[in-house]
């Protein structure tokens, strides 16, 4: 398939899931209330409330989030020469969500909670960088490292839970476990003033990209400064990381999932890579929100728990069928 | 006219010095081999040659200027470096790849150009690469990779290439083949190609010069007559070997005598 058309294929996917995201959710309701909500709303309206405070926004960020997520395991994964790295193997998300944690017990909410859960991924990025660096490590060795320190992390997430009071706990819970749903104000805050910005830069990245896959040294001989663009790509997708945490809790392995299977449809180059994972992201996590508050109707899972299950399921098949000289 | 030009450089990585005063002088067109037994620090001194790695002492001269004012970017526009071995982990197609030569020359925003496809194409062409445009380079043979990374230097347009053992795990054919390549380069395009060879018969057959590494040091320098002596090479090598002419291009041919492993007590 040529590109533009494989594009306007994943935008045509996107504008599905979007519309199925808002015809059905934990509440039944028709499709004629829906449309007539979306084009003359009227204050007080029960459908009209439904759907402009609770499932738009919910659709928004999942969009934003799903977008965020592929992007940064593409990042992730070009730089450190890894297929299987990305924001939750690496530790980053359970980073950010340690310093929400932290936040959200010591009462802090809006912008400190943030800046709490930007400073934690952005500490668990160097804990991996640092460790990976201390010695050559084998790509297995890294995300061993990260899948370790993230273990540590959600530890020390279930310390501060245990010693903090019932309340605060089970709204973190339902939280870290990747939370779509209520979306505050702070979030579109933080989402309009780092989330997106951090995402066009990004964006704007792929060749660098393409660069820093074949390596530092072939970085240099064509013309590019790898430890520059590296500094700048790692602090961004950490941010944007953190910035998702602290939107949606820990959504883990889109970074995973949507990379590789947009590599066997867009390929590799990184031009197309990160803005085809990017329109995936979207309409994957969608899917997966719209299927989570769907399956076990009225009750709403997690969609982290959702993100979870496939990725645990095709990191398991990935690493026991794939040829190892295929992988790498 | 010399090309590329170090001047008593002594580099090396940590507080360990791997190369000591090294000089020499690249002619402008022409196959300049590096040879010397492993550790001798011929990979150091490409990197000193390319700019990557900064000389503790001396410098390094890259058409008249000191390479350390020169942009990297200029440098790419200009010079190609193809090492040993790349690990490419992800399955970028031919195409894809070799494009990725053209990044010197355009900005990050100005998209790529007709242009740039044609030099693609026309290096695709020439190495005879053309029918595996759109094949993953994990799926390529160790030949074949060898003459995609060299198609990706070539996209760079350079008028020197700097190639670190390219003809490592190549069976021989493939050898003379991308030899034959890089001669043609040397005669059609006027490109300064230096190359670090372990085969020192492949070195003797192609190379107009060759310099032989030994410690860190030039231990000898100038034609392969000059250079391959058995007294020389026996010293470096530690094997007792036998010399002679090949009998068609009438250059230097080594021998070497199984089980004369000449160690120093």
Known sequence: ?328 | MTHLRAEHVTAGYGKTPVIHDISLDVPRTCLYGIIGPNGAGKTTLFKCLSGILKPWEGSVWFGGNDIRTLPRRKIAQRAAYIPQFQWVPFPYTVEEFVLMGRYPHRDRFSALTRKDRTIVEETLEMLDLLRYKDRRLQSLSGGELQRVFLAQGLTQRPELILMDEPTAHLDISHQVNLLDMLKLLRDEYGLTVVLILHDLNIASAYCDTIALMSSGRVHACGSPEHVLTATTLEEIYQVRLVVERDPLASRPHIFFVPGKHTQKR
């Not at chain 1, 590296?230 to 990381?241: D, H, R």
């Open chain 1, 1 to 328: 398939m040529k590109h533009p058309a494989v594009f306007l294929l994943l935008a045509l996917i996107l504008l599905a899931s979007m519309a199925l995201a808002l015809l059905t959710g934990g509440t039944s309701l028709t499709s004629a209330h829906i449309f007539e909500a979306l084009i003359r709303p009227e204050p007080g309206d029960l459908t009209a409330t439904l759907v402009w405070e609770l499932r738009l926004p919910r659709i928004a960020t999942a969009c934003i989030v799903g977008a965020a997520l592929a992007q940064c395991g593409v990042v992730f994964q070009a730089i450190l020469r890894n297929p299987l790295a990305e924001p939750y193997t690496l530790g980053v998300s359970a980073g950010g969500a340690l310093g929400a944690t932290l936040a959200i017990i010591l009462g802090l909410a809006g912008l400190p909670m943030v800046v709490m859960c930007f400073a934690g991924s952005m500490i668990s990025v160097s804990v991996v960088l640092g460790i990976a660096s201390l010695r050559q490590f084998s790509s297995t060795t890294l995300i061993l490292s990260g899948v370790i320190l993230s273990f540590l992390l959600s530890s020390l997430v279930m310390f501060i839970f245990s010693v903090a009071s019932s309340r605060d706990v089970h709204s973190s819970i339902m939280w870290i476990m990747g939370d779509l749903s209520s979306p505050g104000p702070g979030a579109m805050r933080i989402m309009i003033f780092t989330v997106f910005p951090l995402m066009a830069v990004t964006l704007c990245a792929g060749r660098d990209l393409n660069m820093l896959s074949l390596g530092d040294e072939k970085t240099y001989h064509l013309g590019g400064n790898a430890r520059v663009m590296k500094g700048i790509l790692l602090v961004a997708t950490s941010l944007i990381t953190g910035g998702c945490v602290a939107i949606s809790g820990i959504i883990g392995f889109v970074g995973l999932l949507v990379p590789h299977l947009m590599r066997k449809i867009t390929g590799a180059d990184h031009r197309l890579l990160i803005p085809s994972s990017m329109l995936a992201g979207s309409s994957f996590l969608l899917l997966c929100d719209t299927f989570s508050q769907l399956v076990l109707r009225p009750i709403e899972l997690p969609v982290g728990v959702i993100t979870g299950m496939l990725g645990g399921l095709f990191f398991l098949v990935y690493i026991a069928l794939v040829n190892p000289s295929e992988v790498i």
